[in-house]
């Protein structure tokens, strides 16, 4: 095989910032002249994820020249598929429902998981909530780590060549699987969805590497063939934090409102993410 099968992957939660156009370059630019680049939207989060920045989110990218990875595929078009894998899980026995609120999760906690969030205590392990009582699907790692008589790490790619990283996924705790709202979550849909669409690189920024750890017990759990991962940096601010919608990162519509126009932001964009492979700007690989 030449080339990789990326995508890029945005929540449609706010506009696109210097550092979503980074990341899409990024992850287009690992497929390779012969590889093929996918666009996903990753919109399960129905109070976060609004329709006029879905939008704005399309125009953008098509304004950038990403128009020929549209149309994508949109998670909450199939919401089924990830119920289904998730009850394949059940069938296993190693999900279980949890009827805490996040104060309870909070006061209970067992610690920091390595991406920051709490660690779960595990009080509903084996409370049998029903099915009335409003829950969410938690993953017993325990369980799941000994069905699988190991802990999964990855091949993590780098310009300096690939390396093998080590699984920290006992150190997360039962992670949700399933929202009280829909019933999926972020680590269940991007999990299935890189399988589903068959992606042998996943690209996405730094701040999700430790996740990883948890995609790869899911995938070896449900049988999916483990990709390659590329992690690249973050573009920070002038105090060094990640840029972000919620902290008014400067929109991509503030930038072309103020003159910018799409090859100098792809230029801005690559240029903070030194590693990328470098491809013409313009050059479409799409596929
Ligand atoms: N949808 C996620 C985000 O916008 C990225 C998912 C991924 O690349 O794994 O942060």
């Not at 993953?139 to 790619?157: F, K, N, S, V, Y």
């Amino acid at each position: 095989m030449t080339g990789f099968r990326t995508r890029f992957a945005p929540s449609p939660t706010g506009y696109l910032h210097l550092g979503h156009v980074a990341s899409a370059s990024y992850a287009r630019a690992m497929a390779g002249p012969e590889g093929s680049f996918l666009i996903r939207i990753e919109d399960i989060d129905p109070q976060r994820c609004l329709p006029r920045f879905e939008q704005a989110l399309r125009e953008d990218l098509d304004w950038l020249g990403f128009g020929s990875a549209l149309p994508v595929r949109r998670q909450s078009d199939d919401l089924k598929t990830y119920r289904s894998e998730l009850a394949r899980l059940h069938t296993m026995g190693l999900v279980y429902r949890c009827a805490c609120s996040r104060a309870q999760v909070q006061a209970g906690t067992k610690g920091r998981a390595p991406d920051g969030s709490a660690v779960y205590g595990g009080s509903c392990r084996t409370a049998r909530i029903g099915a009335d009582t409003p829950h969410v699907w938690r993953l017993d790692m325990q369980r799941a780590l000994a069905a699988i008589g190991h802990a999964p790490g990855w091949e993590e790619w780098s310009p300096h060549g690939r390396r093998a990283v080590s699984s920290r996924a006992a150190e997360f705790g039962d992670v949700v699987l399933g929202r009280r709202d829909n019933g999926v979550s972020y680590h269940l849909c991007v999990t299935v969805d890189d399988a589903r669409q068959k992606i042998t690189l996943v690209t996405r920024g730094a701040d999700l590497f430790e996740a990883s750890s948890v995609h790869r017990v899911l995938q070896t759990l449900l049988g999916y063939e483990a990709p390659l991962y590329a992690h690249h940096g973050l573009i920070c601010d002038e105090s060094g934090q990640k840029l972000s919608k919620r902290d008014g990162a400067e929109s991509l519509r503030a930038l072309r409102d103020k003159g910018y126009d799409a090859r100098q932001i792809m230029v801005l964009a690559r240029a903070s993410l030194p590693d990328a492979p470098v491809i013409p700007v313009g050059r479409n690989v799409d596929r």
